[in-house]
């Protein structure tokens, strides 16, 4: 079949050179030097301007047939721009878009790639030297990315470009997924001189967008602690609109993720761009926009933070940005990241699998606990069908408030004087499993590890230290460092029947220098931390692949692509308010899938906040995400235990419905008071509606809401549901029927009854 597809395409594109891998198609026009990447519903278009410029040419809905003229890139001069050296007749250097840009010549915006050289110059200029295509996907050295696990399900473009007069190399690597439409984007770059280079700016990805800036708005994630990810969504101005980390770590305060939404797109319709950065360090995104309205969109390494030595023969290869586009609005773009992220992002034993529905002690005994009292806990926890308890943080050294004792991985024999094996034996007797939290990366300045080597935390030489929640950053930018980590963490692991870690990491850097980094090095220390951290996370990950792992930062404060190639689940917020998160998960799933997210119920008034949501609320908003509780179940009333034992059993029911499920996000709580989700299984027979609303008014207007995505033609028979903590009112109708249609056309009515009330329908197709 791919003879007679390959004949076509042939005919249509004349000299074409093709190459197949399943259905994704990259072809190469040789002549024109162009390079055309298919996935299933985009084309990605670039090419060389005379060997020096590589054009980006076009991105967007997949075109079948693409060709140009020199004068169809050309607009009208500009006046106090210069003409690129070597392209006279082509234009000022401003004027092109381009998909690899370097600064110093005639294009003065910022650039993909800055490089500054041993004799003081910062002017580069590269040329096409090699390029190679191929079926599959390569692994990124010491860095977590996208993989594929049959070579037909991507193509891959390796484009080699060389400054001939340096002697520098810079591969860019391109792989269009055939069933999903993402392009994943890196670059390496290698000194091929005798002298030493230096990296000042390398971002993993920068596009020059074919369309006006002002047909477009710029949509992120901003936040801060217990309040990550709300989302943004403001008018594209003239001048450098950025997000970013200088904090150590991605960081709460903006996510490595950002979007170009065309000005008349919506969450279901409408041209949206999508970028990521599957990074977990400081990081740098946005878009430039000119005084003509180009526009430049950019994604790598923070580089505030970054300066890389690159001695002759090294090589530097950049993170991965994902870029991604959709005509089925912000949730079609959020669809394919969920895909690409579940499926090939993250990995191992759990990937596929329904997780563990969990109880934690944190907010249901803080520092606060004996043996006794945990198996107390799990004890409830068990009567009500959960899978595995989790003994959060204090567990070790001397600690019993936040002060002391990390980086001391000791049990506390005083609180668990049958150790931690002991304790995991309790545990499973009562048919649960047992999990542990770890707070790997730190260091309290009371810890015999801190006395022992003062040298390990990152501090700057002869300045005193400031402290984040009482500690200080371990620094893992040192190989012993790690090394130490690995070991202890291996130790304590092997030693108790512990299946599932929770890792936590609770500040932001300060005072950025190493003890074990040179002066020309310390630039690196914040990129070299990030690479440590994987390693870490590689090693462990992999030595223990029965335990389920969850990332954790003060909550959300670490929530990307990084750390979820490691680990499949984030605990996405330290504010456990079902009335916030409703909020905070719906920003997130702006770019993660509802897979990623850990989402407990907590006690009320909730600590946090203070506000008092229902159980069956509590329960609507956590069994989106990754389930469980965190609280003292032994104060929980029989009655409460029973609707929590209901709970348990619906998220074991329906919980792949909501992760592996395509997510239509029909109401916004960023623009009215209500947050309405819709998930279609995959086997697309299960629907589920779950409206949240915020604040009720009273006498108030009803809310249509037209679900989305459903087959037009089937019939839907409603199957479950509730509203508040009522079974089922009749709102709602067991057993009746509804077309595809008249629930996409027509719609379902809601009123807002209560405060931070929730309602679940749901529908399976007869
Ligand atoms: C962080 C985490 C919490 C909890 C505490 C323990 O804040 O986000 O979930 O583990 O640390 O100290």
Wanted: hydrophobic residues 35%; aromatic residues 12%; proline residues 2%.
């Amino acid at each position: 079949m791919y003879f007679y597809v390959a004949i076509d395409i042939m005919k249509m594109y004349n000299n074409y050179i093709l190459i197949f891998g399943g259905d994704v198609v990259i072809t190469y026009n040789k002549e024109k030097q162009i390079f055309k990447l298919d996935t299933k519903n985009t084309s990605y278009i670039i090419g060389f301007l005379r060997d020096r410029l590589l054009l980006n040419l076009y991105y967007g809905k997949k075109l079948k047939d693409f060709d140009y003229n020199l004068s169809d890139l050309s607009v009208h001069g500009r006046s106090l721009t210069s003409v690129e050296a070597g392209l006279e007749g082509a234009g000022q250097g401003e004027i092109h878009s381009l998909d690899f840009s370097t600064f110093g010549n005639a294009d003065l915006r910022l650039p993909t790639l800055h490089l500054k050289y041993a004799d003081g110059s910062m002017v580069s200029c590269f040329k096409y030297r090699n390029h190679k295509i191929y079926a599959g996907k390569p692994l990124l050295k010491g860095l977590p990315a996208t993989y594929v696990e049959d070579d037909s399900e991507a193509d891959t473009l390796e484009l080699e470009l060389f400054d001939e007069l340096q002697k520098v190399s810079v591969t860019l690597i391109y792989t269009a997924f055939n069933n999903i439409d993402a392009i994943a984007r890196s670059i390496r770059v290698k000194n091929e001189g005798e002298n030493q280079v230096q990296i000042a700016r390398i971002m993993s990805a920068t596009i020059d967008m074919q369309s006006a800036a002002m047909d477009y708005d710029f949509l992120h994630l901003d936040g801060a602690w217990a309040r990550e990810r709300f989302v943004r969504r403001q008018p594209i101005y003239k001048g450098n609109q950025e997000i970013y980390s200088r904090r150590g770590i991605s960081s709460p305060h903006h996510n490595p993720f950002f979007a170009m939404v065309r000005k008349d797109a919506t969450e279901l319709n409408g041209e949206v761009y999508g970028f990521n950065l599957i990074y977990s360090g400081n990081f740098t995104a946005g878009i430039e926009c000119d005084v003509y309205d180009t526009t430049r969109a950019y994604i790598g390494i923070n580089p505030f933070t970054f300066n890389w030595e690159l001695e002759s023969g090294d090589e530097f290869q950049s993170p991965e940005a994902i870029l991604t586009y959709s005509i089925e609005g912000i949730s079609g773009m959020s669809r394919i990241f969920h895909k690409l992220y579940r499926t090939r992002l993250c990995r191992g034993k759990f990937r596929d699998t329904q997780r563990y529905a969990l109880i934690n002690n944190w907010e249901g005994t803080y520092f606060n606990f004996t043996e006794e009292k945990l198996i107390d806990i799990a004890k409830k926890g068990a009567e009500i069908g959960l899978d595995l308890m989790v003994l959060d943080d204090g567990w070790f050294g001397r600690r019993n408030d936040d002060k002391s004792s990390l980086g001391d991985w000791f049990v506390n024999k005083e609180k668990l004087p049958n150790g931690l094996d002991g304790l995991a034996e309790k545990i499973n007797a009562i048919g649960m499993k047992f999990g542990l939290w770890f707070e790997p990366e730190m260091v309290s300045p009371d810890s015999d590890l801190f006395r022992a080597h003062p040298d390990w935390a990152i501090q700057a030489k002869g300045r005193a230290s400031s402290l984040g929640r009482n500690q200080l950053v371990l620094d893992l930018s040192r190989n012993e460092v790690c090394d130490y980590i690995i070991d202890v963490i291996t130790d304590v692991l092997s030693n108790a029947n512990i299946e599932y870690v929770k890792w936590d990491m609770n500040r932001s850097f300060s005072e950025f220098w190493s003890f074990g980094l040179d002066s020309e090095h310390q630039g690196e220390l914040c990129h070299r931390y990030v690479l440590g951290l994987y390693r870490v996370m590689e090693t462990l990950t992999s030595r223990f692949p029965n335990i389920l792992w969850e990332g954790c930062a003060s909550g959300g404060g670490r929530f990307d692509g990084g750390i979820l190639y490691y680990m499949p689940q984030i605990w996405t917020s330290d504010c456990s308010d079902a009335g916030e998160r409703m909020r905070i998960q719906y920003g997130t799933s702006i770019c993660y899938p509802l897979s990623a997210m850990g989402s407990h119920i907590s006690a009320v008034p909730n600590h946090q906040t203070g506000r008092e949501c229902t159980l069956a609320t509590r329960g609507d908003i956590a069994t989106m995400g990754q389930f469980g509780y965190e609280l003292d179940m032994s104060k929980m009333s029989d009655e409460e235990l029973a609707q929590a034992k209901e709970q348990v059993k619906f998220y074991k029911k329906y919980g792949e419905v909501f992760h592996k499920g395509d997510l239509y996000r029909l109401r916004s709580p960023f623009d009215g008071n209500e947050a309405v989700m819709e998930f279609i299984s995959e086997d697309k027979n299960t629907v589920i509606l779950n409206y949240a609303n915020r604040l009720c008014t009273i006498n108030n207007a009803v809310v249509i809401v037209k679900l989305a995505g459903l087959d037009p033609d089937a019939i839907y028979t409603e199957v479950e549901g509730h509203i508040g903590n009522n079974t089922f009112s009749n709102m709602v109708t067991v057993g009746r029927e509804y077309s595809g249609e008249f629930l996409m056309n027509y719609g379902l009515k809601f009123t807002n009854q209560r405060d931070f009330q929730t309602t679940i329908r749901i529908f399976v197709k007869k």
